[in-house]
């Protein structure tokens, strides 16, 4: 992406010829995009004439299957009614790659697991055809602080518990919320006690999020429902705003190696009900919970780009050269144009898809806020020393 710099007095006296250097091309926003548009372990089952027709049809089904989860992961739950009808051309034109994971054949059955990775920029052109509103702006890692009370008295740390477990086997997420689990060690319960946990208290909550660099905090808490269990689920923003709260109910969900068995799990209850695949049920349910109030938050409408003048406040080249790749990481920023470059501050005009709240959320997922300072609208990194503005020298 090319700039247009006036060059100052100051900028050329007060910088090195490196940061001149560096700041005549800015990255192309959403590089940082990693592997949000690859879906992994997609499965396919298909039979067919011989064994090389059943593997090409199941490369197709799987790269439709893949997009049908990449669209659900991008728009809000029942978008995909509007989702037109897709011949497996149009599919494989936004295919960008695919690894086979798995697979087994026979004369005419192919069986194969696989990631499919999607052009990204195709993705876009595809929704802003259609107009659909999504997403792809990617949230700080939500900190889930896993509490057990299936026992009666609520347990943290005291113990290792099924539903801890649950949580620490969750797959890693290719989506749009992480999830982060604490590792239950010193200084976890340093951080905060149960009590603290189920209470919501600020201070605990923000020590422990803040050691493992998340923004959310998610006290989850599991306790018995007839043969199943249920989970109150509490949300605490990082911005300081109001708590927010859902909870989800799973029924009982037991194998025939639990019913042969007998076994128990957490506290003495079965392990179909309190453990094995009915907590991972409730965490699968509480991990969509969090995506689609992420997606639902955050989804931009293509098409509807704004222009914001900025004035960038900064100590240090490095400082300046981490914010620039902060803004390169938000996908809703489309273009950034450097208008002026000084010792401490730089002034750049930002093009941004959706409205301002939405920019805001962007901003504030890379450490970034906007502050309104005298006349001027300026962009601050969340523990950098704001400096004044020092006049260009003659």
């Known amino acids: 992406m090319a700039m247009l710099v006036r060059c100052t007095p100051a900028l050329r006296k007060g910088l090195t010829a490196a940061l001149l250097s560096l700041s005549l091309v800015w990255p192309a926003a959403g590089q940082g995009a990693d592997d949000l548009f690859t879906v992994r372990d997609v499965t396919v089952d298909v039979t067919a004439a011989s064994a090389l027709a059943a593997r090409d049809q199941g490369m197709r089904e799987g790269q439709r299957k893949a997009f049908d989860a990449l669209f659900d992961r991008l728009t809000p739950e029942g978008t995909r009614a509007r989702l037109p009808s897709l011949d497996s051309t ?91 689990i604490p590792y239950g060690e010193a200084q976890d319960v340093a951080d905060i006690g149960v009590e603290q946990a189920v ?130 990481a938000i996908p809703t920023v489309s273009q950034v144009r450097l208008l002026s470059l000084g010792r401490d501050r730089a002034e750049v005009e930002l093009r941004y898809v959706g409205d301002m709240e939405r920019l805001r959320s962007a901003l504030a997922q890379q450490d970034l806020s906007l502050i309104q300072a005298s006349e001027k609208t300026e962009l601050r990194r969340r523990g950098a020393v704001s400096t004044p503005s020092t006049p260009p020298t003659p």
């Open 199 to 328: 209470a919501g208290e600020a201070d605990p909550l923000a020590r422990i999020a803040s050691r493992y660099e998340a923004g959310d905090v998610a006290v989850a808490i599991l306790a018995p429902a007839g043969s199943g269990v249920t989970v109150t689920v509490t949300l605490y923003p990082a911005t300081g705003s109001a708590p927010e709260s859902f909870t989800i109910n799973q029924e009982q969900i037991t194998t025939s190696t639990d019913a042969a068995s007998g076994s128990t799990g957490a506290h003495g209850g079965p392990t179909g009900a309190h453990g094995g695949p009915t907590l991972k049920a409730a965490v699968e349910k509480i991990v969509h919970q969090l995506e689609e109030r992420w997606t639902a938050a955050n989804m931009v409408v293509p098409g509807q780009e704004s222009d914001l003048t900025l004035s960038i406040p900064f100590t240090s080249q490095r400082d300046w050269l981490d914010t620039r790749k902060r803004l390169s």
């Open 90 to 180: 149009a599919v494989d034109a936004m295919v960008q790659s695919f690894q086979v994971q798995e697979e087994r054949a026979s004369d005419v059955r192919y069986l194969g697991r696989l990631a499919v990775s999607f052009n990204a920029a195709a993705v876009r052109r595809f929704m802003r055809s259609y107009n659909i509103p999504y997403t792809e702006v990617r949230s700080r890692p939500v900190l889930v602080i896993p509490v057990d009370q299936t026992g009666g008295a609520p347990v943290l740390w005291q113990a290792e518990t099924a539903w801890r477990q649950a949580w620490a086997d969750l797959p890693l997420q290719s989506g749009l919320v992480p999830i982060a």
